[in-house]
């Protein structure tokens, strides 16, 4: 848990000293499950591109429909596109939170939840043992519940459509240029770090019941942290 919230200290943390050395372009994307039907979970992913600055970010958020047998993005809608700046006033005064500049019109969530019929709902705190990241996922008393490679098709099922919406520049002029965000790399499972979150959520359908997980991953370079979910049987924890 301490590599994940030192990964997203290091995102989101400004440090508003004279001369501090500018930081290395960081990326986050972190899911939060607000919503879900019987086929269907809902989450807002919260995008982050620092543009390597203490001061200044893009971020985006979007309500993404995952479906719960597979875990395949099936669309997604995006809420707001804003530009968060942190000097302000002509003596660069700091504040945070910072002044918002909106990049484009959003959907209204409240009005896709509603349409698609889908119940609020959120992860809370899992009264039972944790499954562990060790080569997969591991439970205290009934072992591998999940191998890496199902952890990485769940990772990229969910957060590679929403990739692919987001090019990765060439060059660092490129990136600097177009004033988009960079987004993740995920063609290298093998390098991940992951963490799974205390929380949870329970899923009861007529023919199965399940449990929703949430995963936290980096890479060994720390240049980007990203967070998904995964759904398994609920009998793994009885």
Not at 171 to 191: F, G, H, Q, R
Request: with cysteine; aromatic share 8%; net charge negative.
């Amino acid at each position: 848990m301490m590599r994940y919230f030192f990964c997203l200290l290091t995102m989101i943390l400004v440090l508003p000293l004279p001369g501090y050395a500018t930081p290395d372009r960081l990326f986050d994307s972190t899911d939060r499950l607000v919503a879900a039907t019987q086929t269907h979970l809902y989450v807002v992913r919260d995008m982050r591109d620092n543009q390597g600055s203490h001061y200044t970010a893009l971020v985006d958020q979007h309500l993404v429909e995952i479906e719960i047998d597979g875990l395949a993005e099936s669309r997604s809608w995006l809420l707001r596109s804003m530009l968060i700046e942190q000097l302000v006033g002509d003596g660069a005064d700091f504040v945070s939170p910072g002044v918002i500049t909106d990049r484009a019109e959003g959907a209204d969530i409240y009005g896709v939840l509603r349409s698609v019929g889908a119940a609020p709902m959120r992860l809370y705190p899992q009264a039972e043992a944790p499954l562990v990241f060790e080569s997969g996922l591991t439970h205290p008393t009934k072992g591998k519940v999940a191998s890496v490679q199902d952890i990485a098709k769940a990772a990229r099922a969910q957060l590679e459509p929403m990739a692919k919406r987001y090019p990765q520049a060439k060059t660092e002029e490129e990136y600097i240029a177009a004033d988009k965000m960079e987004v993740y790399d995920l063609s290298k499972p093998e390098t991940w770090q992951c963490e799974v979150l205390a929380k949870a959520a329970t899923i009861f359908r007529p023919e199965d019941k399940l449990r929703v997980i949430s995963l936290a991953c980096d890479d060994d370079y720390l240049t980007g942290m990203f967070t998904f979910h995964m759904v398994l049987p609920a009998e793994i924890w009885d």
